[in-house]
């Protein structure tokens, strides 16, 4: 009969241990028993990046990365992308399961009724330098969130905590699109609570003099699905920051600024924008082959290719390229896109990108995409952190639900200096 074990030999000493196995992981502090000597602090395991180690259990999101499967609650994404919308995959994630008719609409309700931000706010904003980035505007307003809900500190509450959830989600658009007027100078514009959730973040963003203003229903049905699509994305970097920084019981404003913080960087959510800057600085797709050569003599990364965790195709990517073609209807071709096409095509036929398992990402397409809404590449991040934003909070609720975790705290492998005596300035 099999054992859910693992068997360690310590070849330093000799001895054996025999630590239980879940989940085929072990828990990293039974390595602790493992001692040269009493005195031994005990084996810990070095992670840089995490790249092996669970930090929770989690019911959310499912990634396959080899076989490119992403589910959110057990529903492949593909069925979600074509089938439902933005609101209701933002229930099914925060709650486990699809919403009934009288759920969904609550939930909606809920959430269209939670778009206005306090007037201060908007002062705030307004206060930001003309040229500051918007993504840099997002962290800081929904940091200063905090200040106008104290009670969100209580997060022991669950209806206090369900209420910065709904804030939060509801807010967000508005805060993304008061960025984006402040960069372009033009005034902010409220909310309009007849509109859907992304047919009212179009409107903020696009809305000028017209009384007869409509959102375009195709532009905001792919937008819609692109939200869909960066709703969660289990423990990645934002996502670990947010549970990082909620593991020391902040509040959920102070929690999603550092979440938000860490998208922003060009590995992570960063990464579309990356890529258009990229696609700009190349040019023309007669400049494609000698961009590739730098990149294979490691002088710079193809920006939007590879996954931590996807090793073979990212399915977010396969849905976004769909979308694309239906967006350019609209739009027009956006003509990044033929330089991103040859990108694509020599890469997936490269050694050097085959046997590293690098494939486009959802950031590859998305960029383009954004582009051709008529979106500044300043503003990509911004775009993810919306979506992301439910999964931050869903995240954020089963880290607090979760009685078996406890304050992020890693350990490290100390290699300075010993002890030595404070040497005076004279004797240096
Ligand atoms: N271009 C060129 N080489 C690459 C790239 C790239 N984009 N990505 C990885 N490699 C190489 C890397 O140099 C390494 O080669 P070697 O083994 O010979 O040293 C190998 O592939 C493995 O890469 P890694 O850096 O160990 O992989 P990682 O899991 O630590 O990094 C990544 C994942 C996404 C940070 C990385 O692929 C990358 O920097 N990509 C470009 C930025 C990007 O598109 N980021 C968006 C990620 S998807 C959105 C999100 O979820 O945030």
């Known amino acids: 009969m099999t054992k859910e074990t693992l068997t360690i030999t310590d070849n330093r000493t000799g001895q ?19 001692k040269v000597n009493e005195g031994d602090f005990g084996m810990m395991s070095y992670d840089p990046g995490f790249k092996n180690t669970a930090s929770t259990k989690s019911t959310i999101t499912f990634i396959d990365g080899g076989k490119g499967i992403l589910r959110y609650r057990g529903y492949p994404i593909e069925q979600l992308a074509e089938k439902s919308n933005f609101i209701e ?32 706010i908007k002062q705030l904003m307004e206060a930001f330098r003309y040229d500051a980035h918007p993504m840099s505007m997002f962290i800081s307003t929904v940091a200063a969130l905090s200040t106008y809900y104290p009670e969100a500190r209580n997060i022991d509450d669950p209806q206090a905590r ?48 017209q009384t007869d203003y409509e959102v375009n229903a195709v532009l905001a049905r792919a937008l819609d699905v692109l939200f869909m699509l960066h709703i969660d994305h289990e423990q990645n970097c934002g996502t670990a920051t947010m549970r990082v920084i909620g593991s020391s019981h902040s509040d959920p404003y102070s ?58 195709f990212d399915p977010r990517a396969k849905i976004i390229k769909n979308i694309a073609d239906e967006v350019f209807e609209v739009t027009g071709r956006n003509p990044l896109l033929d330089i991103a096409l040859e990108l694509e095509r020599i890469a997936l036929e490269d050694d050097f990108f085959v046997q590293r398992n690098l494939y486009p990402n959802v950031d590859f397409y998305s960029g383009i995409i954004y582009q051709a809404m008529g979106f500044p590449v300043a503003m990509f991040p911004v775009l993810f952190a919306i979506p992301r934003t439910v999964g931050w909070l869903a995240q954020w609720q089963e880290l607090l639900a979760d009685k078996t975790q406890k304050i992020a705290r890693p350990r490290q492998i100390f290699l300075g200096e010993d002890t030595r005596d404070f040497v005076a300035m004279a004797d240096r």
């Open 16 to 34: 054996t241990y025999e630590v239980p196995v879940a989940h085929d992981t072990i828990n990293a502090m039974d390595l602790r028993q493992i």
């Open 89 to 120: 995959t933002a229930y099914l994630t925060m709650f486990g399961e699809l919403p009934t008719q009288a759920q969904y609409d609550e939930w909606e309700h809920d959430i269209r009724h939670h778009t206005f931000v306090h007037e201060n």
């Open 255 to 312: 929690s999603m600024a550092g979440a938000a913080a860490a998208l922003f960087g060009p590995l992570h959510g960063g990464a579309n924008e990356a890529v258009l800057r990229m696609l700009t600085e190349i040019g023309d797709v007669k400049n494609v082959p000698e961009f590739m050569e730098g990149v294979k003599n490691r002088e710079r990364l193809l920006m939007g290719f590879g996954h931590r965790v996807y090793k073979n």
């Open 162 to 209: 369900m209420k910065q959830v709904i804030r939060l989600i509801g807010k967000v658009p508005t805060i993304a699109a008061f960025s984006y007027r402040h960069t372009r100078g033009l005034p902010y514009v409220y909310p309009n609570n007849d509109l859907g959730y992304t047919e009212n973040f179009l409107y903020m963003l696009d809305k000028m003099g």
